[in-house]
């Protein structure tokens, strides 16, 4: 523990707190990253602002959600591996009961439509928790002109030009290590050895795909296609759910046929309003597939294949590459470049933030292209004059009156339903 941090906390301490964060977690990455930081750094000072800041870079170059490998990291550093699984475990359990609930109550009821009404209310504080959360990551980690451009130009390579995400990581941890001006490496401790991170790294897959292996050979053939699929999936989601949405929806809509356009619309929809990753939309598509192959118990199991499959590996590369980020950050070109992917981050949850308030307060928006340029365009005819009502209401509880988010939620919730049964 680095010189100046506090005593690590108890074990039931650490539960404590992660809970709260798990059940609050809410909005998506930028919220979510924004409320770890109150949480920890802020509040409880358990980890600094710069360690802080080097574990989101270290998180956002690796597949998967980085906001629930921060807290899994954040785990780590205070308890090792037992609290690493307490802080990851609980950024995901909330979601990932809701999302079954959900699942169960969406495949006996379909649409519910009270539900999705309230669910506007929900999204419309989202938009105004990312917008906080944004202003407070630009504050915290664009520093000087450079890291400014670097941030801007993230946010015009993916809004304008759909540039795949991970070569936007690549490219500004590249302009951040060519960047930076020759020096020496600083003096750092020595991390723990090369061969216990890679004992780490091959037991850990071995747990992960031991499951896969065994369904292969004795179970359903849908549950093994299933896992295998969204294992792929978990090693190719760089950027969140959003920058691998569109494969998924290809892949399980036009090719495997598990389910319908108008389903993963609305299992995203659901995934957008629970706390935890938005990738536990995974989840959801999971269970429907398995209820339509086989009924309620092997949705169920669909339901517990796919959470295994996606989030296994995040604990792995945490476990196994954390012990190594402050050595890392020893050596100016690496440190230059993870500050460079974090600047790129503010671009990239900038991004986010856009598409998501565009499809809450507008009912269509469409795609438009202008040779290279491709990006959304809204519809303004369809624009929801309710979403944005609710967006102010939340914006005045929430910015003006400083109040906390659980109670704001079910305000917005409720108003939303209430006008739709008016």
């Known amino acids: 523990m680095a010189d100046g941090e506090p005593q690590p906390p108890s074990l039931g301490g650490l539960?404590?707190?992660?809970?709260?964060?798990?059940?609050?977690?809410?909005?998506?990455?930028?919220?979510?990253?924004?409320?770890?930081?109150?949480?920890?750094?802020?509040?409880?000072?358990?980890?600094?602002?710069?360690?802080?800041?080097?574990?989101?870079?270290?998180?956002?170059?690796?597949?998967g959600p980085e906001a629930m490998q921060l807290a899994t990291y954040a785990g780590w550093r205070q308890r090792g591996i037992i609290g690493g699984l307490i802080g990851g475990g609980l950024f995901i359990l909330p979601g990932a009961l809701v999302i079954g609930l959900l699942a169960l109550l969406y495949l006996h009821y379909g649409t519910l439509p009270l539900v999705q009404a309230m669910f506007l209310g929900v999204k419309a504080v989202v938009i105004v928790i990312v917008i906080r959360a944004l202003v407070?990551?630009?504050?915290?980690?664009?520093?000087?002109?450079?890291?400014?451009?670097?941030?801007?130009?993230?946010?015009?390579?993916?809004?304008?030009?759909?540039?795949?995400?991970?070569?936007?990581?690549?490219?500004?941890?590249?302009?951040?290590?060519?960047l930076q001006p020759k020096a020496q490496a600083m003096q750092a401790p020595t991390p723990q050895s090369w061969r216990q991170s890679l004992w780490i790294l091959l037991i850990g897959i071995t747990l992960w795909l031991a499951p896969l292996a065994w369904l292969a050979v004795t179970g359903n053939p849908f549950l093994t296609e299933l896992g295998q699929f969204f294992a792929t999936l978990a090693i190719v989601t760089f950027g969140g759910a959003y920058a691998v949405l569109a494969y998924m929806t290809q892949e399980v809509v036009v090719t495997l046929g598990w389910l319908t356009t108008d389903q993963m619309i609305d299992a995203l929809g659901l995934a957008e309003t629970t706390p935890g990753p938005l990738i536990l939309v995974t989840q959801f598509v999971g269970m429907l597939a398995g209820a339509y192959q086989g009924g309620t118990a092997l949705a169920l199991l669909a339901g517990a294949v796919t959470l295994w499959v996606t989030f296994v590996p995040c604990f792995v590369w945490i476990f196994a590459g954390a012990p190594l980020i402050d050595w890392l950050d020893s050596w100016p070109r690496l440190r230059a470049a993870l500050q460079s992917v974090t600047a790129a981050v503010v671009g990239v949850i900038a991004n986010l933030s856009l598409w998501f308030a565009l499809h809450v307060f507008f009912g269509a928006v469409d795609e438009i292209s202008f040779g290279p340029i491709s990006t959304v365009h809204p519809e303004f005819a369809t624009i929801d004059l309710t979403a944005i009502g609710l967006a102010g209401v939340a914006a005045i509880l929430l910015l003006w009156r400083n109040w906390p988010l659980a109670p704001v939620l079910a305000i917005c919730a409720g108003l939303s339903g209430l006008v739709s049964l008016l």
């Open 15 to 63: 539960t404590r707190v992660f809970g709260r964060i798990g059940l609050l977690s809410f909005g998506g990455p930028a919220a979510q990253i924004a409320l770890m930081h109150r949480e920890l750094v802020e509040t409880r000072k358990w980890l600094s602002e710069d360690a802080f800041l080097k574990a989101l870079s270290f998180c956002m170059l690796l597949p």
């Open 136 to 178: 407070t990551l630009v504050r915290r980690a664009v520093h000087g002109v450079q890291q400014g451009i670097v941030a801007l130009a993230a946010f015009l390579a993916l809004f304008l030009f759909s540039v795949p995400f991970p070569l936007v990581v690549a490219a500004a941890a590249l302009a951040g290590a060519l």
